[in-house]
């Protein structure tokens, strides 16, 4: 029986994907780098003391944070939210068939593992406009809170959205989102102990979020190992809700 083109185009591609001393991730074609799509990124978070969602490692201000977010706005009741509102947003969420592409590269990061993740890309962040940081900060703390070589773009970032249309995978969105709550969560730390006593707390000053077919997830992230000086430290992501 002659081969299948699928296996006549894999020895022409070299066969199986490449070997590392941890895994054996899958990489991007263009850059050579592994992306949340492939199939071991959350292993290569892994190896690097990224967690995607431990819960033994809430952050102190847990309580905290779950206190605000559970006090009562504004009721979606009928009074408030029509049908005709409800029907436009079925069909706003219904037609989005692909993520937005107002997405900012963040290209000017430090890499928060080896260097072998391509730069993320969350399709929403939130941070602070750059010339509100003090110049010398900026200076000596570039590459850990300034996410983007764009001009004007807010750095400082702890606020994150990933979204995915309804053909997407909230897997992809979850992997994401553990990606760029890391980016945050070191940058947040850095301005927080600039030239000040070593912090004694382990909250959480970082959100990520992802929105998959009509449903919304909220995740913290932090550090909890501030003491650690050799070796990456360790990044704990923890589901909201």
């Known amino acids: 029986m002659p081969p299948s083109r699928s296996s006549t185009r894999a020895r022409r591609s070299g066969g199986g994907s490449r070997t590392s001393g941890k895994t054996s991730p899958t990489f991007s074609r263009a850059s ?3 992306s949340a799509y492939d199939r071991n990124f959350e292993q290569h978070l892994i190896d690097h003391n990224i967690y995607p969602n431990n819960r033994d490692a809430k952050p102190d201000n847990w309580a905290e944070i779950n206190r605000r977010i559970s006090q009562p706005r504004a009721s979606l009741s009928p009074s408030r939210f029509s049908d ?14 692909t993520e937005t592409k107002q997405c900012l590269l963040f290209n000017n990061f430090k890499p928060v593992t080896d260097g072998g993740l391509v730069d993320a890309k969350p399709d929403f962040y939130d941070g602070t406009e750059l010339e509100k940081i ?3 900060i900026r200076d000596s703390l570039g590459t850990m809170i300034i996410p983007s070589s764009l001009q004007h773009a807010r750095s400082l970032p702890n606020f994150f959205t990933e979204a995915k249309g309804p053909d997407g995978s909230a897997a992809v969105a979850k ?3 553990c990606y760029d709550g890391a980016l945050g969560a070191r940058a947040m730390t850095s301005i927080r102990q600039f030239r000040q006593p070593l912090l004694r707390n382990h909250n959480a000053v970082t959100i990520t979020s992802t929105f998959h077919d009509s449903t919304l997830k909220l995740y913290t992230t932090h550090i909890t190992d501030l003491e650690s000086k050799d070796g990456p430290k360790p990044f704990e992501k923890v589901l909201l809700f």
């Open 32 to 34: 050579g780098k592994t």
């Open 84 to 97: 005709s509102a409800f029907e436009k947003f079925q069909k706003i969420n219904e037609s989005a068939l």
């Open 134 to 136: 003090y110049p010398e």
């Open 175 to 177: 992997r994401q989102a």
